[in-house]
């Protein structure tokens, strides 16, 4: 095991202190050029003001034909499965989440390394990348329960030692996303900021906070400070649109009550250059198929 936490300085305390703390971030959001691939200087520029770029449609609709029927295999294969990896509701047996879809997916391993993805991937973090989380995120009809607000970077870094922020997350939407079945909201420009949190992190935090996140969420003084500063954005799209976002903006969704299910596959992409050491909250680390290792 390599010596690198004990060096490591942690420059995004959270889950110490008994105050919320406000600070400022010390990484870029985009570290590469107009020159590095095939985003424009307007969407880079957008990307860096925003935290997040969203795409139409960057695959065909035979492509997302075949990551639909992908989903709904899972689905029933997955059905009555007790893998860690497979996370239910909170209240009922509905699938709310599969993970390492691209281990354990032809077809989303092959998403996950298309180069359309990659190549902007690769240009907003300015170097290689691997892949250090992916998953379905089912939010069906009637029963898909909410993700509370919160930012992913709080939870790689103090969970599982993500040093800075140079990653992403690339959401593709399988089902429209409609203002009412629960859609991804986000807080434009709230990447610039870490919401340092409070509470301590409990041992297997990942055991309830996959069903429902009660450790690393921000205060909600934080949270109404923020949208009064940046108001919220909603990912709404076609089946098949495809969000970039940075790992440190605010985000969350609604539950869904609707008969429509709001699908979509996360892919989570971190630069070579930000490989993971211990945590930060010095409890172990969590399993691979939460925080990849040696992609
Ligand atoms: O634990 C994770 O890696 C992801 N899941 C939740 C519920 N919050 C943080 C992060 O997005
Ligand atoms: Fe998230």
Redesign the pocket.
């Known amino acids: 095991m390599s010596q690198t936490t004990s060096l490591e300085q942690d420059l995004y305390p959270s889950r110490i202190q008994d105050r919320p703390q406000w600070i400022p971030r010390h990484d870029p959001v985009v570290y590469g050029t107009v020159d590095d691939g095939p985003l424009d200087q307007g969407q880079l520029h957008f990307y860096e003001k925003n935290g997040y770029l969203l795409f139409e449609s960057l695959f065909s609709a035979g492509e997302v034909e075949r990551m639909r029927e992908a989903l709904r295999q899972a689905w029933n294969a997955y059905k009555t499965s007790d893998e860690d990896y497979v996370v239910r509701e909170p209240n009922s047996d509905t699938i709310r989440s599969i993970f390492r879809v691209h281990k354990n997916n032809p077809v989303f391993r092959e998403i996950a390394y298309d180069d359309r993805i990659v190549s902007r991937v690769r240009q907003i973090l300015g170097s290689d990348v691997m892949i250090h989380?992916s998953r379905i995120n089912y939010k069906s009809g009637f029963h898909g329960k909410e993700?509370?607000w919160?930012?992913?970077f709080?939870?790689?870094h103090v969970?599982?030692g993500m040093p800075r922020m140079r990653a992403l997350?690339v959401s593709i939407a399988l089902e429209d996303n409609y203002p009412f079945n629960g859609p991804l909201m986000l807080i434009p420009g709230s990447h610039h900021v870490f919401i340092s949190c409070v509470g301590k992190t409990p041992e297997a935090h990942?055991k309830t906070?996959?069903k429902?996140?009660m450790y690393?969420v921000p205060d909600e003084e934080s949270l109404r400070r923020l949208v009064q500063e940046h108001g919220i954005d909603t990912a709404l799209g076609n089946a098949g649109s495809v969000l970039f976002f940075d790992a440190n903006i605010m985000h969350g969704s609604n539950g869904n009550i609707t008969p429509f299910p709001r699908s979509n596959v996360f892919i989570?992409y971190n630069s070579v250059d930000n490989r993971l050491v211990q945590p930060f909250s010095g409890l172990e680390r969590?399993p691979v198929y939460?925080?990849e290792r040696d992609d």
């Open positions: 989380q993700f509370y919160h930012s992913d709080e939870t790689w969970e599982d997350s990942y906070s996959l429902k996140q690393g989570v969590r939460l925080a």
